[in-house]
């Protein structure tokens, strides 16, 4: 199963390199050293090389590796649109996969806002994000990035007597124009993972953000 998934980033890593570096710099974007492209993804380092993406030290041969290809082959010189904001099952095409975005992208993280209100900061820093203090609704809310044009907007509730807590993720209304409609649902899926992890951990987040 991991070599096959290894053939398919492979695959997604030949397009990203027939496109002109100067290209991949823009739209990506990222930084160029020799062979190498340097972005942030999933709250880590990246490293984008012709034959592998090592993110956060560590080589990639699954699904996120994958995730990163198909953007960086993707990803088109456009400017976010984060307004108006569009929830999953708003994008055509989107009823196959709604399902499992509710329930691995938004229901998983039910448990943890408490935590996720604590770490919030922390969580906006890691993933170059920004705290949404327009929100309409909700107890606390923040966009994060984990691709450099993938917005997620989130909007929490926190548990009282009367409630449970909640979780919406929202998206920018071009989004699709950035990454296919499955592999946005997969990076929210790959985005609630990592923000389990790291709230879990109970760690400054800060000392491991990009650059330092």
């Known amino acids: ?3 096959n998934l290894l053939l398919i980033q492979k695959e997604y890593l030949q397009k990203v390199w027939l496109r002109k570096p100067e290209e991949l710099e823009t739209c990506i974007p990222a930084m160029r050293q020799g062979p190498c492209l340097h972005l942030k ?10 034959g592998e993406i090592i993110l956060g030290g560590q080589p990639l041969t699954g699904p996120q590796g994958i995730l ?9 010189n456009e400017k976010l649109q984060l307004h108006p904001l569009k929830s999953f099952k708003q994008f055509p ?4 996969y709604q ?5 691995n ?3 998983i993280l039910i448990p943890y ?3 996720i209100k604590e770490h919030e900061q922390d969580l906006v820093i890691r993933f170059s994000g920004h705290s949404n203090l327009d929100a309409p609704i909700g107890d606390f809310s923040f966009t994060l990035f984990p691709l450099p044009r993938i917005a997620l907007y989130y909007t929490f509730y926190l548990p009282d007597d009367e409630f449970s807590a909640a979780v919406t993720c929202l998206f920018p209304s071009n989004a699709t124009k950035f990454m296919p409609l499955a592999g946005l649902a997969d990076t929210a899926e790959f985005t609630a993972r990592k ?3 790291l709230v879990g951990k109970g760690e400054s987040l800060e000392d491991n953000r990009f650059g330092r």
């Open 93 to 96: 095409g989107s009823m196959a």
């Open 41 to 50: 993804a999933f709250g880590e380092p990246c490293e984008l090389y012709p």
């Open 99 to 103: 399902g499992a975005f509710t329930l």
């Open 1 to 3: 199963m991991t070599q």
């Open 113 to 115: 806002v408490p935590a």
């Open 195 to 197: 923000i389990i992890e």
């Open 105 to 107: 992208a938004e229901k």
């Open 68 to 76: 990163i290809a198909m953007y960086a082959s993707h990803v088109p």
